[in-house]
């Protein structure tokens, strides 16, 4: 990962007053995941267009779902940035120099097998979803393990 990216996410990932969010990347109060700020980092270098409705109205400040709790139906659904509906863009993933849409951002064991098996539970989102790491404790693992 770029280093002036890396430290970038980590500033705001601990900026007082954001909100964090599970099952999204933004829900509609409000509250984030730690890939939408990445994604919000990305529209605010020119490198990825704002989300957008399904409609096709543009939003600012998007409000980005995962497909999967809601339908096309939902009043509330979104489409994401590009698609992109739970995970890092393409034009994203460049820009901040990572090789997934969904960065590891924690190591694992010293056992390499091991840590294949494990590198699931060390993702973004998962950390951000299940794990339910602040962000305040996302951005030290972000700051202690070179996500990729």
């Known amino acids: 990962m ?19 969010g ?13 890939l939408d700020i990445l994604m919000q980092m990305g529209v605010d270098a020119g490198v990825q267009e704002p989300a957008r409705l399904a ?27 590009d698609g ?3 995970k890092l863009t393409m034009s994203v993933m460049k820009w901040a120099g990572l090789t997934s849409s969904d960065p590891v951002i924690t190591g694992g064991s010293s056992d390499p097998e ?3 098996e494990d590198e699931w539970s060390r993702t973004a989102s ?12 996302i951005a030290r693992e972000i700051s202690v393990y070179d996500p990729h």
Do not use: H
Not at 22 to 34: I, Y
Not at 58 to 63: A, D, G, N, Q, T
């Open 22 to 34: 599970t099952g999204m990347l933004r829900n509609a109060e409000g509250g984030q995941c730690c």
């Open 2 to 20: 770029r280093q002036e990216v890396r430290e970038e996410w980590q500033r705001r990932l601990n900026e007082p007053g954001r909100i964090q």
């Open 114 to 116: 091991e840590d294949a």
């Open 55 to 81: 409609g096709g109205d543009m939003y600012m400040s998007p409000v980005v779902k995962y497909s999967y709790p809601c339908g096309k139906d939902d009043p509330s659904y979104v489409k994401s940035f």
């Open 126 to 137: 998962y950390l951000n979803d299940i794990g339910a790491l602040p962000f305040s404790e």
């Open 84 to 86: 992109a509906t739970d």
